[in-house]
């Protein structure tokens, strides 16, 4: 079958030509990953740069060639910072060079993983088995792969909120439920559980905040106490928020231990694992999420310790009828069919929000095939030594203190000269980072805890070697010294 082109269309007119320019951003893009270490870790993007991206959108083609040209000049220098070997903000993955191919490739095939009788829906399947087996969830257990664990938390507490409503949340609405329900977490919960408890209409007063102990765990004891506080005053526990691995510090809660109160009491187990879900992977420090295999429901997400480009994340339902019943809608365009194209085993779209999907999961699939989850492991092991080997840095310097037990990859420290107050010490503190981000040297970000403003160095960078961290102490103390002389 031989037919000309259209007169106008989206294909090149060139393929040539714009092979060759697909070939040269592979090179640039290339080089850029290869030589991250020469460059800041961050630089403020410039006034001018700012002013030429805020024009209007071009009414005519202006062409690849000139709109790659604009990348380059305007955007490319001007990166997060992410994928430096000395960055170690908030949690975040580096990206690796094959996952940069994989989104290509997703795009290049660019299913729709709302449905469908086609591959890419398999591949996601297999992605969701591959992640059960990591967290020691059974085989018949249903899950979803969503942009990130803000969402992945928000689709547990969704199917939580429904299955143990009591009533048909979905047609009556959350105003039927005879009791208010209440769910329980840390005080150290990340502020996307409280979103995701708000977005499905249960309000914020209903998350209770349990206190923790000197690590930063969940007090076991306060939750039982506060369980049975409001049971008698008619209010309905319906669900436990295990953090496997909090972003302030690090911390672990003894998910064991709570999965045997939910047990007890009747509750939705979810477990929050981010972040450290993935530990179930590194032989050194697997230990700690004993008990995750118990949950109901987990978060997990790739773009942070596996390094998937952003966005990929993924959350797992032990109860694959109560996930697909707290989602599944199917209008007559959406009906299946025997055979054919809109045949098939897994439709996506019945559990969760999206009904047009994208290939995320291909990144995901590429990535544990390139590299095994092993070495995944070994990397999350490395990146916890890396912490303690901070702390020891930090410790052995008389002008800085660590301010949190260093349980896994997260170091809290701050810059303390001796002779000040703790609201001195936290402009101080707050001046010095800014400082420090400015200089290109390094990229930690920052938290309070109590009354205590820290400097916060999450280790989740493949890149960052021993050399780096004394880098950063060594960037620390000058620039507290130069701020307090
Ligand atoms: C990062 C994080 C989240 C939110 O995940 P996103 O992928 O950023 O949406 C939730 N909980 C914890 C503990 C996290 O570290």
Redesign the pocket.
């Known amino acids: 079958m031989t037919s000309s082109p259209p007169p106008e269309s989206l294909d090149p007119q060139d393929w040539e030509a714009l092979r060759q320019l697909a070939h040269r951003a592979i090179d640039d893009g290339f080089d850029y990953l290869q030589h991250v270490r020469d460059r800041p870790v961050w630089q403020p993007v410039p006034e001018s740069v700012v002013a030429r991206l805020r024009g209007p959108a071009p009414r005519e083609p202006e062409g690849a060639e000139h709109a790659y040209a604009e990348f380059r000049e305007l955007v490319m220098p001007y990166p997060m910072g992410n994928i430096h070997p000395r960055f170690w903000s908030?949690?975040m993955g580096n990206g690796t060079a094959f996952g940069a191919v994989a989104d290509f490739l997703a795009a290049v095939m660019n299913p729709n993983m709302g449905g469908g009788n086609h591959v890419a829906n398999h591949v996601e399947a297999q992605v969701l088995d591959w992640s059960k087996e990591m967290v020691g969830f059974p085989a018949d257990a249903s899950g979803l792969l969503v942009?990130?664990?803000?969402?992945?938390?928000f689709v547990g507490l969704a199917v939580a909120r429904n299955a143990r409503g009591g009533v048909d949340v979905r047609e009556l609405g959350v105003a039927a439920i005879p009791r208010p329900l209440v769910t329980y977490a840390s005080v150290e919960v990340?502020s996307?559980?409280q979103k995701a408890i708000e977005s499905l209409g249960l309000g914020a007063r209903s998350l209770r905040k349990v206190p923790v102990n000197a690590d930063y765990e969940i007090d076991v004891r306060a939750l039982e106490h506060m369980i049975t506080e409001d049971r008698a005053a008619g209010r309905q526990p319906f669900c436990v928020i295990g953090?496997a691995?909090?972003?302030n510090t690090g911390a672990t809660d003894d998910l064991d231990a709570l999965a045997t109160v939910c047990e007890r009491e009747g509750l939705w187990f979810h477990v929050?694992g981010?972040?450290?879900s993935l530990l179930a992977l590194a032989p050194q420090h697997r230990h700690l999420v004993r008990g995750i295999e118990r949950a109901d429901s987990v978060?997990l997400?790739f773009?942070?310790w596996l390094h998937v480009p952003f966005?990929a994340?993924c959350v797992l339902v032990r109860d694959r009828k109560a996930h697909r019943d707290a989602f599944a809608l199917i209008p007559e365009y959406l009906e299946k069919t025997e055979r054919g194209l809109a045949s098939g085993a897994h439709w996506f779209s019945e559990y969760g929000l999206q009904l047009s999907r994208g290939f995320r999961a291909l990144k995901v699939w590429l990535t544990v095939k390139e590299h095994g989850l092993e070495r995944f492991g070994r990397l999350i092991d490395r990146n916890i030594a890396q912490a303690q080997e901070l702390a020891a840095l930090v410790d052995a310097e008389p002008t800085l203190e660590l301010v949190a037990p260093v349980r896994t990859n997260i170091v809290c420290f701050r810059f303390n000269p001796g002779g000040r107050d703790d609201a001195s010490l936290n402009e101080l503190n707050q001046e010095l980072l800014i400082r420090l981000h400015e200089s290109g040297i390094a990229a930690p970000s920052y938290t309070t805890l109590g009354e205590v403003y820290c400097l916060r160095a999450a280790i989740t960078n493949f890149r960052t070697t021993s050399d780096d961290l004394a880098l950063l102490v060594r960037a620390v103390v000058d620039i507290g010294r130069t701020l307090v002389s």
């Open positions: 908030w949690f942009s990130g664990g803000s969402v992945a938390n990340h996307c559980v953090n691995a909090t972003i929050d981010a972040i450290g978060t997400d773009h942070k966005e994340a």
